[in-house]
């Protein structure tokens, strides 16, 4: 009887990915939810190098970092994969979901929930990143035009987290105007994939816990 | 016929990870020697996300990111295997290439390379990331006792560039008194991979290119 069980936290993008990953495999998992302000000895012990969630215990052995996490899954439940299986296509895939993970995320995060003095650099910096996506999607199609679960699982931070963020902040710094190639292709990726969004955290409980730890914001009104 | 080039620079850790793991399987390939100071037109082609070496070039199609490069190069030359088959071993080995990539890399340039006001704090910071790597080593033997050669690779980074840094910055962080398993586990690479080690960048060649780049050091003697 094989146990998985995931420590998440309800609003975390990279907890998302993982309970998304094992749902799409019809995987069945206790989801342990986390106090990020409070975390439970069995985060620490399983995690002890970064101490932070998700974190994929499966059979008693532990997992941490969302995108390794992936990986892990897509290797030991093979039905419905999510890495494509040209190695070009798996090299790009993992190319831009590293660049959402590590370059767009904590460059929205410095935008639009810690603007300190340098708020319009930190701004500028978000845009010129967004039009690298926006390049490489009008461009290229994004990872050679041939989409994959593990790039949309992790797209889902362009697609659910950043509208809710900048209206929270007020930024809206990702318009379909200034940005058409990103939103078709958004639009493609929320037509198909409607089972796998149904789960994400809710705008309006988002805006909720945002208030609490940022505090409210000038412009923001509830809708 | 196949082509395959490497846009790289000879003193960086993530341009020799590709040329080692390229010289394991045997594959030949034509090495570029990128200007870091004045980079050529085809690297910003090749990686206009991030303007950075090292880029691999497989029949025309490129490929940036120095891990990402790695498993790319394991699934298309299958022979001499860089990470292990179980998918356990291969999330660890993920994991901690992530960790010294990603977190003892970035600390060692702080603390050494480019020491503030904030020196102190940095070298403090640096000492806990080893001490991180020390108490994986000892407790569990390191990714699970299972060496490999992708986890070989990337460990050079600890193993030939950290020494070279800390002689030059005369920061001497990593001693074989306070990181006996550390050490250790050096032996034990340096004693299986003579043969991959032998085109890393030369010690004094090094200095002569780091006292350019970050003056000379008050305590350093050539020897």
């Not at 309800?10 to 986390?34: N, T």
């Not at 990986?71 to 590293?98: G, M, S, V």
Request: charged share 30%; aromatic share 10%; net charge negative.
């Amino acid at each position: 009887m094989e146990e998985v069980k995931v420590y998440g936290a309800w609003g975390s993008p990279p907890s998302h990915r993982v309970e998304i990953a094992l749902k799409l495999k019809g995987v069945k998992y206790e989801f342990i939810e986390e106090d990020l302000k409070n975390k439970s000895e069995e985060l620490l012990k399983y995690n002890p190098v970064h101490k932070k969630i998700p974190v994929l215990v499966h059979n008693g052995r532990p997992i941490a970092e969302s995108l390794v996490i992936l990986e892990y899954i897509d290797e030991i439940w093979k039905q419905c994969p999510l890495l494509p299986t040209d190695p070009y296509d798996r090299a790009q895939t993992r190319f831009w979901a590293k660049f959402i993970a590590e370059k767009i995320t904590p460059a929205v995060r410095d935008a639009m929930l810690i603007p300190g003095e340098d708020a319009e650099k930190k701004t500028e910096e978000l845009i010129e990143l967004l039009h690298i996506l926006e390049k490489e999607i009008k461009e290229k199609k994004f990872v050679g035009g041939n989409r994959n679960k593990y790039m949309d699982i992790v797209s889902l931070y362009v697609i659910h987290w950043i509208p809710i963020l900048q209206e929270y902040s007020s930024k809206h710094v990702l318009t379909r105007e200034k940005f058409p190639g990103i939103y078709d292709w958004i639009d493609q990726v929320l037509l198909d994939c409607g089972d796998i969004m149904e789960n994400l955290p809710d705008k309006n409980k988002m805006f909720d816990v945002l208030r609490v730890i940022f505090g409210p914001r000038n412009n923001y009104k509830p809708t």
